[in-house]
Every structure is written in structure tokens, then in C-alpha cells.
């Protein structure tokens, strides 16, 4: 392998490393490297993203300059030159960092208390919603007698204002303790 790695101007422990990773094919004995098909193995199995790093050190090794290594837009020059697969890798990344970021963003905002789980907020307001409803079902039972034996007009918008008062109030605490319930 040490001789393998010093025909390719590879560190012995990069061979090493090839091998462990099963990027290197062995001769028939192997214990001896077969040099034409491990080349070959290698470059299919490179992975894209570091194609600027494999490109630096092999222009270190020959000693000659890549081109627009002297320019300020050398990695616009290199994103030029990508082939559409590793245009597409790169833009799959992204993506996928980008989904990780958001992810984080709403488990960080969770943890925050600035969201909460939609299905537990569903079943609040579903909650609330049907105390509303049986509130306000309940109403006519409750203030008829009230109204048939009150003449003032005044009194009965009184009567009628403080019940759909209380029902307000009512909502607004289920509201209110959906939040409560998240902070404990």
C-alpha cells in the first residue's frame, strides 16, 4: 500500500484510509493493490462536494496553478465548470439544509414556548369552541324567566350583556389555559 500511495502522491494513511472505506480492489493475494481498478474505484466513488479540496491538492502536488486560482471569482469560475450531477448534489444539499434549518428554527421556537403542537391547540380550541356552544344553548333557559318578569327594556339588554359577558369570559379562559397548560 506504501507503494501505491507514493505512485499516486498519496499519504500512506489516506491508503489506509481507502481501504477501510472498501475504495481500494485488492490483487488476487490481497495483500498487493491493484492500481488501474482502485484509480477507478476511487474517482466513481468520490464524493462531489469535495471536488475544490481534490482539485487544490492535486494542483499542490503538480505544482501548477488551476485556472482562476489567481482570481477573485474562483469559486464562481469552479461552479461554471460543475457538471449537472454535481449541480444537482449541490442543490439537493442545500435543500436539505435548508429543511434542517427550519426544523430547528420550530424546535427551537417550541422549546421557547413561541409555538405550540398543532394537535394539542386543535383539541383546545375544539374544547372551547363546544363550551361556547353549550353556553350559549343553555342562555334562553336561563335568562327567559329573567326577561318575561323584567319590564324594564334597559334591565333586559343589562341581563342579556352580562350572560354573553360570562361566555366570553368563559372562552377566553379555555384560551387562555392552552397556553397555561404548555408552560407547565
Known amino acids: 500500500m506504501a507503494d501505491f500511495a507514493k505512485r499516486l502522491g498519496f499519504k500512506t ?6 481501504k477501510k472505506e472498501g475504495r481500494l480492489v485488492m490483487a488476487e493475494g490481497g495483500k ?22 481534490a482539485d487544490r491538492h492535486a494542483s499542490a502536488r503538480s505544482e501548477t496553478p488551476l485556472p482562476g ?3 477573485e471569482d474562483a469559486g464562481e469560475s ?12 449541490h442543490e439537493s444539499r442545500a435543500q436539505k439544509e435548508h429543511w434542517n434549518a427550519l426544523a430547528a428554527q ?13 394537535a394539542e391547540v386543535d ?3 375544539a374544547d372551547a369552541v363546544t363550551q361556547l356552544r353549550a353556553r350559549l344553548e343553555i342562555l334562553p333557559d336561563i335568562l ?11 334591565k333586559c339588554r343589562a341581563l342579556l350583556g352580562d350572560e354573553i359577558e360570562h361566555a366570553l ?16
Open 32 to 53: 498487493l493493490v491493484d492500481i488501474e481498478r482502485s484509480k477507478a474505484q476511487i474517482a466513481a466513488s468520490r464524493d462531489p462536494s469535495k471536488q475544490g479540496v
Open 78 to 89: 469552479a461552479q461554471a465548470v460543475a457538471s449537472p450531477e454535481q449541480r444537482k448534489f
Open 106 to 118: 420550530r424546535d427551537y421556537e417550541v422549546s421557547m414556548r413561541a409555538l405550540l403542537p398543532a
Open 123 to 125: 383539541g383546545a380550541i
Open 169 to 184: 369570559q368563559e372562552l377566553a379562559r379555555a384560551f387562555t389555559a392552552i397556553v397555561k397548560v404548555e408552560l407547565n
Open 13 to 18: 494513511s489516506y491508503v489506509h484510509q481507502l
Open 69 to 71: 486560482d489567481d482570481d
Open 144 to 154: 327567559a324567566p329573567q326577561l318575561a318578569a323584567e319590564p324594564d327594556e334597559a
